[in-house]
């Protein structure tokens, strides 16, 4: 009795709050249909196309447009059994029935009784998709599927660990359910879990494939919203308790709640506050809720009728985190010769002045002073603006030639640091260096995030380890001893080896192997090769030349890291430029059939700048015949890929203009709508997004098909990709 008291005080203060704070109101735009059936309704389900289809508990099927303003119910006759439950085929202006008798049926929009298919082969929910596709799942958890269209049925599975509370997702592709006291989603077509999330007992949850997120309201108090990438509740409070009775995303990605008093709220998925409430019918009133395609709350009453309400469209989570530092370790290896620090002054001073910053500085003072002589120097009217013109240019020298002495005494007492340990020089020897690396990463950081210190005309700010990417030390070692520490752990479980792009140096090179690490949550070592890349956007087709001859050293590293270690799962990504030192080296194991190749267990080609006809040509054939999956990043913003597509006549594989590319044993997915930097060519580290579905294809060795946040797209009926949702 106290406990319900409480529930019910919590109840009414959670309503009042909420009222306070958001200014609710009736709901506007409502209409309510009466239902002209004789028995509870036990289904009422949007079927696209402006319907809207109710059954009873006695069979009766009724249907109405909840679009018009004033709605009438029409009923449908009957044709043989009563019905037990339906489901529409929305691509076939059709609804296919489950009746009481076992059998399945497919009314067609206008015709006169339904048409009969096969006997269902499992009694219970019927769910249905696109192309003709139903599902049939019982209260056991055992399920088929079924293709109208064809008239044919898969052989019986059982769902594992099935507890009720059955939702489907992803075109019948995706079950979620209560399992003990979690909430399990599984793969549909394997019957694999997917994910377990540890939540209790469930009073109701929704699931967001698209964004992968749940929300679950537990039986015992509480809303969570629940990463589904890295299994772990997001820290957020939406401010209720144990009064929520139903749950659902939006189609803009914010959150509808309603607590049993009847307050449904509406929670902007940016930061997950509430930006709208509105009264309902209490629950003690109403059967069951649902949101229709249109983003219309449909509630079914006990009264035998149905209020549709239109929602009204809102729009992302960012998770807070606890100030401090992290220090990682990392290994590396490079054909990078070490810095010696005796750039000449003229190049020095070349490559200062030709800063973007510097340039636009410059630029502006120069303007400001001639304007200024121009007005106020009393010259000599016909050399008035000669002369301006000369003062503004001597400024301009006197200027730069100050600023560049500081910049250049503060870069020199920096150059022993451990960022300056390597230079942008090709060791022609072929000869690899290897070593050891600590970089410290900020935890008040979110995913992507990879902060450095401001420079702002060569004068850097001061570094902060709980603000700023720091790399710490630099320890060259012998690859042998590098092997026998990693070995005094045992063999790692995982191993990640990063190649980076052009215009990266060194350091940032570590630095972003550093947040992968830490991001993707590897458990076990970070390995990084550098090639001599120069850091600069004007070295662009030196830097070819040297990612041309990297490749040899690379497939040292490889040998050296894979051979000793042929448990552990090695995962490669590469990146822009480096890809085709990637390339060129599966390309040249392949030829040797080394073992090394089967060494690996995934690789990520993020932004690759590759000839497409060289990939084709070389790659495809080679890809169809070994064992590695291979996910290719590519972007239609990526201006970068753009102008280097332009520069050699020819499209990059990382841009998915004119259309992506698709090839077996490639899974390609389209970045485009997630591009965080100016050039779009940085999107693979940066996002958020991208780093959850990276996340999924290292950790989880998760196909496309069965990963969170995508959406399949095909160019014909053989070739597909996906679209990464943002």
């Given at each position: 009795m106290?406990?319900q008291l409480?529930?019910?005080g919590?109840a009414i203060?959670?309503a ?7 200014s609710?109101?009736?709901a506007?735009?409502k209409t309510?249909v ?6 509870p309704i036990?289904?009422?389900?949007d079927?696209?196309f402006?319907?809207?289809?109710v059954?009873?508990?006695r ?9 018009v303003?004033?709605p ?5 006759p009957q044709a043989?059994?009563a019905?037990?439950?339906?489901a529409?085929?929305?691509d076939?202006?059709g609804?296919i ?8 049926r ?11 298919i096969m006997p269902?082969?499992v009694?219970?929910?019927l769910?249905?998709a696109?192309n003709?596709a ?7 958890g ?9 008239k044919?049925?898969t052989?019986?599975?059982k769902?594992?660990?099935f507890?009720?509370?059955l939702?489907v997702?992803?075109?019948l ?5 209560q399992?003990?006291?979690a909430l399990?989603l599984?793969?549909i077509a394997?019957g694999?879990?997917?994910v377990r999330?540890?939540v209790?007992?469930?009073l109701d949850y929704?699931?967001s494939k698209e ?5 679950v309201?537990?039986a015992f108090?509480?809303?969570q919203?629940?990463d589904?990438v890295r299994?772990?509740p997001?820290n ?5 308790l144990?009064?929520v009775?139903?749950?659902?995303f ?13 307050v449904a709220t ?5 930061q997950?506050r ?8 209490p ?9 229709s395609?249109n ?6 009453t006990?009264?035998k009728?149905v209020?549709t309400?239109?929602l ?5 989570a960012a998770?807070?985190a ?7 370790e990392?290994w590396y290896?490079?054909?990078r010769l ?9 190049d020095?001073y ?6 973007v910053d510097?340039?636009?500085m410059l630029?502006?003072?120069l ?11 009393r010259?000599?009217q ?5 002369l301006s013109?000369a003062v503004?240019v ?6 730069s030639?100050g600023?560049?002495f ?9 150059q022993t640091r451990?960022d ?16 050891r690396c600590?970089v410290t990463?900020?935890t008040?950081r979110?995913?992507?995030d ?5 420079d ?9 380890p709980?603000?700023?990417?720091i790399?710490m030390?630099v320890?060259p070692?012998?690859p042998?001893s590098?092997?026998d520490k990693v070995?005094?752990s045992?063999e790692p479980?995982?191993?990640?080896i990063f190649?980076h792009g052009?215009?990266?140096?060194f350091?940032?090179a570590a630095?972003r192997?550093?947040q992968?690490?830490?991001?993707l949550n590897i458990d076990g070592?970070?390995?990084?090769f550098?090639w001599p890349?120069h ?6 087709l030196a830097?070819?030349?040297?990612a ?16 000793p270690?042929?448990n552990a799962?090695i995962?490669?990504?590469?990146h ?7 390339h060129?080296s599966?390309?040249?194991l392949?030829a040797e059939?080394?073992?090394?190749l089967?060494?690996?267990d995934s690789?990520?080609?993020?932004a ?5 006809r ?6 495809e054939?080679?890809v169809?015949q070994i064992?590695?999956?291979?996910t290719?990043?590519?972007?239609a913003?990526?201006?970068a890929l ?6 050699h006549?020819n499209?990059?594989?990382?841009d998915v203009?004119p259309e ?12 485009s709508m997630?591009?965080t930097?100016f050039l779009g ?5 940066d996002?958020?997004?991208l780093l ?8 989880d060795?998760?196909?496309?098909r069965r ?7 095909s160019?014909?009926k053989?070739r597909?990709?996906w679209?990464l949702?943002?």
């Amino acid at each position: 009795m106290k406990r319900q008291l409480l529930r019910t005080g919590l109840a009414i203060l959670t309503a009042i709050c909420l009222l306070g704070r958001t200014s609710a109101t009736y709901a506007q735009g409502k209409t309510d249909v009466k239902i002209p059936v004789s028995a509870p309704i036990v289904r009422t389900i949007d079927a696209g196309f402006d319907k809207t289809l109710v059954v009873s508990d006695r069979g009766e099927v009724v249907r109405f447009n909840p679009s018009v303003a004033e709605p009438v119910a029409e009923p449908i006759p009957q044709a043989g059994d009563a019905i037990a439950d339906l489901a529409p085929l929305r691509d076939q202006t059709g609804t296919i029935l489950l009746t009481q008798g076992g059998d399945l049926r497919l009314l067609r929009d206008g015709a006169p009784q339904a048409e009969l298919i096969m006997p269902a082969p499992v009694r219970g929910k019927l769910f249905a998709a696109i192309n003709g596709a139903a599902l049939l799942v019982d209260d056991q958890g055992n399920c088929a599927q079924v293709n109208v269209l064809e008239k044919k049925a898969t052989p019986t599975k059982k769902l594992p660990n099935f507890g009720g509370k059955l939702k489907v997702y992803d075109d019948l592709a995706l079950a979620a359910y209560q399992s003990d006291n979690a909430l399990l989603l599984a793969d549909i077509a394997s019957g694999e879990e997917i994910v377990r999330l540890p939540v209790g007992e469930l009073l109701d949850y929704d699931v967001s494939k698209e964004r992968g997120l749940a929300v679950v309201a537990g039986a015992f108090g509480g809303v969570q919203l629940w990463d589904l990438v890295r299994k772990e509740p997001l820290n957020v409070n939406l401010g209720m308790l144990d009064e929520v009775w139903y749950l659902k995303f939006l189609p803009s990605g914010d959150l509808l709640a309603i607590t049993r008093p009847g307050v449904a709220t509406i929670y902007q998925s940016d930061q997950w506050r509430p930006i709208h409430t509105f009264q309902v019918p209490p629950m003690s009133q109403l059967r069951f809720a649902e949101v229709s395609e249109n983003n219309e709350l449909m509630l079914t009453t006990k009264q035998k009728s149905v209020q549709t309400i239109p929602l009204a469209l809102y729009g992302f989570a960012a998770e807070p985190a606890v100030r401090g530092a992290t220090t990682v370790e990392l290994w590396y290896a490079t054909n990078r010769l070490p810095s010696d620090g005796k750039q000449p002054l003229r190049d020095r001073y070349f490559a200062w002045l030709t800063r973007v910053d510097v340039v636009v500085m410059l630029a502006v003072v120069l303007l400001l002073a001639f304007t200024v002589a121009m007005v106020f120097a009393r010259f000599p009217q016909r050399w008035k603006t000669l002369l301006s013109a000369a003062v503004s240019v001597a400024m301009i020298g006197l200027l730069s030639a100050g600023l560049f002495f500081l910049v250049d005494r503060q870069a020199a007492t920096a150059q022993t640091r451990p960022d300056n340990y390597f230079g942008n020089t090709l060791d022609e020897s072929g000869a690899v260096a290897w070593g050891r690396c600590e970089v410290t990463v900020p935890t008040d950081r979110l995913p992507g995030d990879l902060n450095e210190p401001l420079d702002f005309l060569g004068f850097k700010e001061t570094e902060d380890p709980e603000k700023h990417f720091i790399l710490m030390k630099v320890e060259p070692r012998s690859p042998e001893s590098i092997i026998d520490k990693v070995k005094t752990s045992g063999e790692p479980e995982e191993i990640l080896i990063f190649v980076h792009g052009y215009n990266v140096p060194f350091a940032s090179a570590a630095k972003r192997t550093a947040q992968l690490k830490v991001d993707l949550n590897i458990d076990g070592e970070a390995f990084f090769f550098s090639w001599p890349s120069h850091g600069d956007l004007s070295r662009y087709l030196a830097d070819e030349d040297n990612a041309r001859l990297s490749a040899t050293p690379f497939q040292e590293m490889l040998h050296t890291i894979c051979d000793p270690f042929p448990n552990a799962r090695i995962h490669i990504v590469g990146h822009s430029m480096g890809t085709r030192i990637i390339h060129e080296s599966i390309r040249q194991l392949y030829a040797e059939t080394s073992p090394t190749l089967n060494a690996l267990d995934s690789l990520v080609l993020a932004a690759p700048d590759i000839d497409r006809r060289q990939f084709h040509m070389e790659l495809e054939k080679i890809v169809s015949q070994i064992n590695l999956p291979i996910t290719l990043y590519a972007s239609a913003n990526d201006k970068a890929l753009i102008l280097s597509g332009q520069l050699h006549n020819n499209s990059r594989l990382g841009d998915v203009a004119p259309e992506p590319v698709v090839m077996p044993g490639v899974e390609t997915i389209d970045c485009s709508m997630v591009d965080t930097d100016f050039l779009g060519h940085g999107y693979y580290g940066d996002s958020d997004d991208l780093l959850k579905d990276l996340f999924q294809v290292i950790r989880d060795d998760r196909p496309a098909r069965r990963r969170f946040g995508l959406v399949q797209q095909s160019l014909d009926k053989e070739r597909h990709y996906w679209y990464l949702q943002p």
